[in-house]
């Protein structure tokens, strides 16, 4: 059994700047990962990182402050403020530790950060590297981390990828170790620490109509929330106005922020017609833009009944080329269509897991030596809805703060390396369990399982919900739950080394069990804030439910309890663009 | 079209003597991509089927491999481009680890040896480092590359000399030379114009002819070579070594 101080289970930009952190203390730190790091869905954000640098003509006079109000605002005032206001100050600092370790930024032409408006935001704050902002982010973090490998300073920084956590240790409220499935042996191994960091990514794949990696499920949240880790606000799930029809492949809001239209059947900028758009159009935030395309859909405005037009035609070719090139790509790869002289067909789809692990301001968890940043976690900064180019900004910020605070935590243990047997035994079990699966021979295909279910809460638990909708997808949840249990695993290989059943085995299993966290909190919400939108309740009520939802798991129960919204600075009023 | 037929590089080094390709019949849907065939293979016809995805979107370089004769990624690819059979092996040069899965340790280990991370001299700005646009752009392309490995599989230098630092890692180097704000050009140089380096290059244009991200590996390797050679002649000053 290998044993290190601390432990990061996952490789995307949250992981890799816990991991920089705590090795910055001169502890050493083994980074888990179930695919290399460069693979991790953060590269696939495309349209930037917020931070009030004042770089843009129009952004001289923004500050931490304006940004905090904003993202408070946008969170339709469910986001802790504390939280917020200590992000919006520190982001600077880490955009420009990026830009340092030889981020990529595009430039004004004063040579600084380049900066573009998003939805949401006073000023033009979004950091960019053209349309590929996670792709140069992760690349950076991961130079970085072979830097620290490369380095004899300190204590060792091991990252060891395709390895796939199946589950945390937990002895006595404490953590103290994982098991992961090494992919490329097939074999389960052991691991002891001190304190393990989740840093997981979202569970987007929950839906069928995902933005998300096919690698984004909710096994991440799924083991620590079996273990006692309680989640928080799950019912809040962002929709993006705007994925390529058919692949739902994000295409970003930059689009937008750069001045492209939202058309109808009829070629309106329908934003204008409603009331919640009609100021901001187009830039207005993701929840309002996308429930106003599906109302569009819906109206029989949109085309094929299924979506409307995204037309950036008149930014003409130059500057699509410079500022949308990867959006140009992959709307010719995967829709066969040229932006450039085809308006994009585009519909909302599931982009973003608000809620996550319950963490407090520094990013530990309630079980003692847990901790958890990025998507995974809920701090929470989103609240209701996150604002476009926040969540990129989260990962490196609560990454280095989750590094930070598990870095101290270490370092003031009286007793370090424990559990031995309790994570051996747990060792034998999930070798157990997996003889199990893979001799399963029941009557239904995992997949079939998983996909159904994932269509289930893209019809059911959307953009529009109501209590019947939400009970119905509860009766569907509980079909999966009794179907799963009679499943067959057909792989000819029982071997599992890269097998791919069995990882959909896992999953499979933590998306029924997660899916129902987000449509209980759904239906106990019975009001409409930021992305839960109730048309059975479209008001927001405060008096009742400005507070998180605080889901548990004790003996295969799920039960909901609430905590109360930390407002330090800015009273709750309506949200108005 | 209806239907297309998979055939699938199989090899599982601890149970099969030798690899072998496997037919599967795949239901064709409109638009729909090699990844998506293979995904159709492991949840319905053999969910033991190993190879490599993540994003399904051409950007995270988890599933470069051999697919009709050309190295691609798959999620990126069509399979209306290619007609009712769909052929499909493992990137070349690296050990199989299962089926469509290689072992990529070396081309990783290639990659730290150039130093992939910005190497600064000058103390550190309280603000951004400024870089002018036209700097910036010097770093267009090149930055967008994934690390997919397609390059190194094709490369021909690659087969034979097993040491050989590879395309993708000079393509990193290169970024980072040309990067205004970074100082380890000769550090560099000296690691890619050393034995295992650019000058077992043969011009065979390969890795620029399948890239999927159009980046020209080809045309770092020669900018590398002027920049080495004339490192050669001059003694060293950064200024005359830039591009
Ligand atoms: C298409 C798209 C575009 C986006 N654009 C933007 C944008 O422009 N601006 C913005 O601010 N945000 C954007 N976002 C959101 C943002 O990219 C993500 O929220 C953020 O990158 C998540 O980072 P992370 O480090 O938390 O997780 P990820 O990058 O998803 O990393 C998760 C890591 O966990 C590992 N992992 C997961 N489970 C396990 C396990 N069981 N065992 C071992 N390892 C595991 C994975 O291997 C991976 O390394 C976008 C998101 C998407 C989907
Ligand atoms: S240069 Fe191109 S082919 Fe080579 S690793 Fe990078 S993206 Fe892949
Ligand atoms: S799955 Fe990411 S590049 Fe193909």
Redesign the pocket.
Known sequence: MRYFPVIV????????RAAIEVNMHNIQVCV????H?V????????????GALGNHARGVYDSPEKHAFDTVKGSDYLGDQDAIIRMCNDAPLRIYEMEHWGCPFSRTSEGKIAQRPFGGAGFPR?AYAEDK??HVL?HTLYEQIVKFEHSSERADIVVLDE????SLVVDDGRCVGVV?LNLKSGQFEAFQSDAVIF????S?RIYSNS???L???A??IY?PFREGAPLKDMEFIQFHPTTLIGTN??M???CRGEGGFLLNNKGERFLANYEDSKNAMEVAPRDIVARNIQREIDAGRGFENSYVHLDIRHLGEKRINERLPGIRELCIKFANIDPVVDPIPVQPGQ??TMGGIDTDINGASEIKGLYA????ACVSVHGANRL????????IVY?AIAGRSCAEYVSSLSKTKIGTEIIEARLRDEERRAKEIVSKDGDYIICDVRDKLAQVMAQKVGLFRSESQLKSALEDIQEAREKFAKVKFNSKSKSLSYNYEFINYLETEANICISEVVVRGAIERRESRGSHFRIDYPKRDDAQFLKHTIARYSKGEISLSYKPVKIVKWEPKERKY | MDKVIFEVFRFIPEENKSPYFERFEVPYTKGMTVLQGLLYIQSKLDGSLGCRFACR?GICGSCAMHINGVYRLACETQISLLGEIVRVRPLGHLPIIKDLVVDMTEFWNKYKQIKPYLIHSSSLPEREFLQSVDDREKLTKIVDCILCGACYAACPVVGTHKDYIGPHAFTKANRFIRDSRDNGTLERLRIVGGEDGIFRCHTVFSCQEVCPKDIDPSGSISELKMLTTRLAFTSFDKSKIKV
Do not use: D, K
């Open positions: 289970v996952g490789g995307g930009l949250a992981g890799l888990l990962s179930r695919v790091p693979r991790s869905h953060s590269l696939a954000a495309q349209g930037g990182i917020n979004t902002t996670g992760l390895m796939l956590v199946t992961a840093a997981t990514g979202g987007g933005t998300n990696a690698i984004s499920t096994l991440g083991i492949i994000l970003t809001e930059g982009h973003y940043a990025g998507e995974c476009g180019g926040n969540s990129l900004l989260e990962t990454g | 979107a």
